[in-house]
Each structure stands twice: as structure tokens, then as C-alpha cells.
């Protein structure tokens, strides 16, 4: 492993808002490009590329990727960024709105290079420290929790919702929705010379990108996906779908030593359960990593991630360790990892 390196693996934050907008109903999405901008130059990231549909706002950042909703934030930041300094401002803003915040969720893995991490990033404990002083006193129910691994790699979940006001209560269709989030390393080596562009090449970010998609798969995740692709110089890729009220995002560092790969999605409980087995499939098969780790979060009462090592099984992976936990309010978390055969 490389001594130091670009940091893969991404903090995620995802915030949920209650309240009444007579007005239009956009919510949140009435946030102009100058605050948004501010919030991102607060974390220590820009916009690169964005598009949208009647649900929500879907932007590509310098570092991974945030959706805006109506009443929902998701951010997710790589590197050295300061992902928690964005719940201050958003919080603030979501009041101007007439929004006021009612859940909280921050998911990350094990970061490659620890050490490298800037303040309040630089162990699990100072983040949930800087959660329970920034977050609104009326976020009482909390829950942090670290879900253990045979790896080095772990799971950090914390929870924080309002008493008063559940997640599934704010928006109707939250309480049927299910995310995964899955995490590779060791990424197969000619597979990842993919999403290096050639020198020179002449193209945009936004064309590169758009090849990088077509190359590798990546389109045939979802096809009917309106994707928002991005290619960095020299290397690594970003990518935003979006479908109906659903997004997937997808990200890559593929230098070799520290290389990693990141899909993730959500899907209703009620889908065909084939449908996540199949994408999980065509994931693996894109980066073909020596290690993989899966986190399913879904409603108390359903089993979403039943399958998933049946169908990973084949493409040479073995299941290694598997942990579960519930969250008060919000959802069941299941963690599982894998490595090659060969390991």
C-alpha cells in the first residue's frame, strides 16, 4: 500500500428537513448556486457538472457528489475534505426556508490514510463530537455506533432524529426506501487503466467522462438512468443518475497501491429483489476489487440485503464477516465484507 495517496473513501451526511412550503413546494431546491457554493467551499469542494428532473437537484463535485430534495440533503466528499462543516450552514439556511432539521444520518468506512484527515474527521469520536455540538438540540434520539469487520475496513454510522417528527413521517415514500452503499479496494489493474485519460487528450471533463461511462459499463448499471459523468486529469471519474425520484452515484480513484471504486443506490422495499442483485453483479464485474464491503440501511422489517453474498459468490468473492444493527427511529444497517478467494 502506498504511504500516501488521494483518500478514496467518502464521508456521507445526509440531512432530512420538515416543515411547510406554500410557496412552490421546492423546499430546500429554492437554495441559489451562491449558497450552495458556500456550503461547498466550507467542506473544501466546487461544483463540476449538475442536471436535475421535477424531483430533485443532482450535482458532481471536485470531490464525489450531492443531491438536493425537496427536504433532503445527501452529501458525499472524498479526500481531505471537511464534510461535517456543511451541517452548520445547511441548517441555517433550511430555516430561512422555513425548514426545520428533524434526522440526521453520517456513514464513512475506514479511511486509507487516516493521519492525512483534517479536524473534525481525524477519529470517529471528534466527529461525533462535532455532530452533538453543531446538530439543533431538538435532534435528542442519537445513536454512533462502529460495526466491526474481519478486515481493517469498519463501518461509522451516527444517527440523530427529533423525537417528535420520524424521517418516514417527512417525506412519504422515505419509509420505503432502502440505500447500499458498497466500497472496493484493490482494484483489478487493467480494469482501472480505464478511467485514466490518454495525455492530451483535448476532451472536456464532461466528454471524457461521457466516454469513461460507455467503456466500461457503467451506462448499463441503470439504463434508464439520465446520468451526469465527469473525468478528472489525469485520472479518476464521478458519476450522478438519476431516475424518477431515485439517484445512484458512482466514484473512482484508480491509482494503483490505493485504489477504489464506490456504487450507491436506493430502491423501494418493494421492488423485485432481482433488481439490487443484478446491479450488485454489474458492479463487481466493472472493477472486479480484491475487497469489497456492502452496507445495506432499510426499514425495521425487511431483509434487503438477503442474497447479496449468494450473488457475489461467483464473481470470486467470499463473504468474510457480516454485522447488523438497528438505529433508533431510522432503519436497520447491515455491513458486510468480502475479499477474494485467493486471500
Not at 283 to 291: L, Q
Request: net charge neutral; hydrophobic share 35%.
Amino acid at each position: 500500500m502506498a504511504v500516501s495517496g488521494f483518500e478514496g473513501f467518502e464521508k456521507r451526511l445526509e440531512l432530512h428537513f420538515s416543515g411547510d412550503d406554500p410557496a412552490t413546494g421546492k423546499g430546500l431546491r429554492r437554495l441559489d448556486f451562491f449558497s450552495l457554493e458556500k456550503v461547498l467551499h466550507a467542506v473544501q469542494c466546487t461544483v463540476v457538472s449538475a442536471v436535475g428532473n421535477k424531483y430533485f437537484d443532482s450535482y458532481v463535485l471536485s470531490e464525489s457528489s450531492l443531491f438536493v430534495y425537496p427536504t433532503k440533503v445527501i452529501i458525499k466528499t472524498c479526500g481531505t475534505t471537511q464534510l461535517l462543516k456543511s451541517v452548520r450552514p445547511l441548517v441555517d439556511y433550511g430555516l430561512t426556508l422555513g425548514l426545520t432539521l428533524c434526522g440526521c444520518r453520517y456513514t464513512r468506512g475506514s479511511f486509507i490514510f487516516p493521519g492525512a484527515q483534517p479536524y473534525p474527521h481525524t477519529s470517529f469520536k471528534e466527529e461525533v463530537v462535532y455532530l452533538e455540538e453543531n446538530l439543533p438540540k431538538n435532534l435528542s434520539i442519537k445513536k454512533a455506533s462502529i460495526m466491526n469487520s474481519k478486515s481493517r475496513y469498519k463501518w461509522h454510522v451516527f444517527t440523530a432524529c427529533d423525537e417528535g417528527r420520524t424521517v418516514g413521517r417527512v417525506d412519504v415514500h422515505a419509509s420505503n426506501l432502502y440505500t447500499v452503499e458498497i466500497c472496493m479496494t484493490e482494484l483489478d489493474r487493467v480494469l482501472a487503466k480505464k478511467f485514466f485519460r490518454r495525455f492530451n487528450d483535448g476532451k472536456t471533463g464532461d466528454s471524457a467522462g461521457r466516454e469513461m461511462t460507455e467503456v466500461t459499463g457503467i451506462r448499463d448499471v441503470n439504463e434508464n438512468a439520465l446520468i451526469c459523468d465527469y473525468a478528472f486529469d489525469p485520472c479518476g471519474y464521478s458519476m450522478n443518475g438519476i431516475d424518477g425520484n431515485r439517484y445512484s452515484t458512482v466514484h473512482v480513484t484508480p491509482e494503483d497501491g490505493f485504489s477504489y471504486a464506490s456504487f450507491e443506490c436506493v430502491g423501494s422495499v418493494y421492488d423485485d429483489k432481482e433488481e439490487i442483485l443484478e446491479v450488485l453483479k454489474k458492479v463487481v464485474k466493472i472493477f472486479r476489487p480484491g475487497a469489497l464491503s456492502v452496507s445495506t440501511m432499510c426499514p425495521v422489517g425487511h431483509q434487503v440485503w438477503r442474497g447479496m453474498s449468494k450473488a457475489i459468490e461467483p464473481l470470486g468473492l467470499r463473504l468474510r464477516s457480516f454485522a447488523a444493527d438497528e438505529f433508533p427511529i431510522i432503519e436497520n444497517v447491515v455491513f458486510q465484507t468480502f475479499t477474494t478467494r485467493r486471500k
